[in-house]
Structure formats: C-alpha cells, structure tokens
C-alpha cells in the first residue's frame, strides 16, 4: 500500500486537486451472510465505480444493503462473491487509504477537537510541531470550529461533532472518502449546513467520494452520479449523470431538467420502496409464523 503524503496547506486551498487517484471499483459484488441455517443475500452481482474527483451518491430502500456495500468497499468485511479494486488493485482488508465516515460519532472522547483532527497525521509522523498547528488549524478553520479547537466532543454540538469528524477523515488525505448517512439524526437546519460543508470538502478532496442518504435533495445537491439500490438483494438499477454546476442555486432546481432528473429518481426510488415494503411484509408474517411455532 502506498504511504500517504502528508497534509499540506496547499491541500485544504480552493482549487482543483493536483492529481486524481482513488478510483474504486465494486465488480460484479456479492455478500450472503449465514446465520444458523439461514441464509441472506445482502448484494447480488453489484458494480459500480467512484471516479477519482466525483462524488456518487447512494439511494435505496432501507435495509437494502447501502451500509454492507460500505463496509465492503472499506474493507472492514470481504465479498463474497467479486472483488474490490482501488486504483488498478485489488484491496484486501481496511487501509488509510479509504477511510468510512458513520452516523455515529468516531472522535476519541478524550481528545480535544485539534487533537482528534491531528490524530492521523501525527500517529504516522507525517507532521509535528508548527506545521501540524498550522495543518490543522486550516482544517478546522474551514468547518467553522476554529475557536472550539480545545472542547471535547462531549461540549459539541451533534453537528459540530459531524463537522470536526469530516475534517479529521480529510486530514487522513485518504483516497476515497465514504461517508454514509452522516447527517442523520441532525434538525433540517443543521443538516443544510453539513451539506454546505461536505460540498467544500469535496471541492478540496482529490479523491473519489460515496456518500449515503435517504434524502433526495441532499443527494441531487452533492452527487455527480446518483447511484439508485434495488430491493434486496442490492444491485444498481440505474446510474443517473448529475451534470448540473454547483453550487445548486434554487433557480437550477426550478429548471424543467432537474425537475425531470428527480422525478426519475424519485420514481426509481419509490418503486424499489414499494418492493422492499412487501418483502418486508412476508418477513415480518416468517417471523410471526416462527414465534408461533416456539410460543
Ligand atoms: N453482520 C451481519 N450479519 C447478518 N446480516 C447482516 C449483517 N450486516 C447486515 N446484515 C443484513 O444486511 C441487510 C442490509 O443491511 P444494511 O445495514 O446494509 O442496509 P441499509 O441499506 O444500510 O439500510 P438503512 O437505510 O436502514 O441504513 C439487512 O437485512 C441486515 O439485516
Ligand atoms: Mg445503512
């Protein structure tokens, strides 16, 4: 695996990335988890690529598999069936290199906000003393918590926490970021404002990006390719090409072309919806038929 560079100012300036790596690719995926003598196909025949620079989106019914295909992608678990290919190579368990943003929070509670963002970097002995300071006061600086660089998560707000969690998954400079459904739980005004944040962090991140979310909205606002989920077992039903410029003025979603990309999505979504809430339903009237049996 190749060593990460260090942080630089240079990499939290406006502008594009210099280079463009972290094209991962999903190829012909699948997971079936076991479970006594119970069998569950998570992913079936799955591809999908995250280009170096792009951001993709992820849409599907609950339950259908979005945060499995994470897990996959970051290595935390293997497939079961195809393989994961990061830049040309096939990955084999978690690396620095992807690094997965959940919804729930990963900061060390024992660290301050500059100490949790300064983490990576200074574990692997990529930067220290003024340079570190300096590295990392950009970062926070850009997610607005530069004067809560001494809180602990705990004296942070939920989306202060989100905020500071992002940065320190870009001081990492990882290839691919994946970040699924980190906005969940936060009021509608808070989640706006993440959205707003996550743009700039793609802006300033060089590699490619997944990012999971069961709003619409939020996903056409940061995706350039809308990946929409089939019902379990999961595979891509169709990639929708987002090529609108950001930032996604209320006049571009009042345009009759993004009014008519969301009524595709929306009725792409709503159909795999309408599925999963039936299977749902012949689950639930299994499990009661098991409780019958056992009470
Ligand atoms: N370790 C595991 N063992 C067995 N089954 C699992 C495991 N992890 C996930 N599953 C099953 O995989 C399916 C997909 O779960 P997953 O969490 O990926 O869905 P999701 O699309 O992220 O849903 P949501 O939108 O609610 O977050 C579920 O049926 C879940 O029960
Ligand atoms: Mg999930």
Not at 110 to 120: D, I, M, P, Q
Not at 270 to 279: D, G, L, M, W, Y
Request: overall charge negative.
């Amino acid at each position: 695996m190749d060593a990460l560079e260090p942080v630089r100012a240079a990499d939290v300036a406006d502008g594009p990335p210099e280079e463009a790596i972290g094209r991962l690719t999903a190829e012909a995926v699948g997971k079936t988890y076991v479970e006594q003598d119970r069998s569950r196909e998570v992913l079936k025949d799955l591809h999908l690529t995250l280009e170096a620079g792009r951001v993709t989106v992820v849409m599907g019914p609950s339950g259908c598999g979005k945060s499995c295909l994470i897990n996959l992608l970051a290595g935390y678990e293997p497939p079961t069936a195809g393989r994961v290919v990061l830049d040309g190579r096939p990955t084999a368990g978690p690396g620095p290199d992807r690094l997965a943003v959940f919804q729930e929070t990963a900061l060390f509670p024992w660290l301050t906000a500059f100490e949790n963002v300064a983490y990576g970097p200074k574990i692997r002995k990529e930067l220290k003393g003024a340079q570190l300071e300096s590295a990392v006061m950009e970062l926070l600086r850009l997610v607005g918590l530069e004067d809560f660089r001494d809180k602990y998560p705990a004296q942070l707000s939920g989306g202060m926490q989100r905020r500071a969690e992002l940065v320190r998954a870009l001081a990492n400079r990882p290839k691919v970021m994946l970040l699924d459904e980190p906005f969940r739980g936060l009021d509608a005004m808070t989640r706006g404002l993440m959205r707003d944040v996550c743009l700039t962090i793609f802006r300033r991140h060089r590699g490619s990006s997944l990012f999971v979310t069961s709003e619409l909205d939020e996903g056409l606002a940061l995706a350039d390719q809308l990946a929409i989920f089939t019902n379990r077992p999961a595979k891509v039903k169709k990639l929708l090409d987002v090529p609108f410029e950001r930032p996604r003025t209320d006049q571009l979603r009042s345009s009759p072309a993004y009014l008519a990309l969301k009524a595709e999505a929306l009725e792409l979504l709503h159909e795999e919806a309408v599925k999963s809430f039936k299977t749902g339903a012949i689950e639930s009237a299994d499990f009661v038929e098991a409780y019958g049996a056992l009470a």
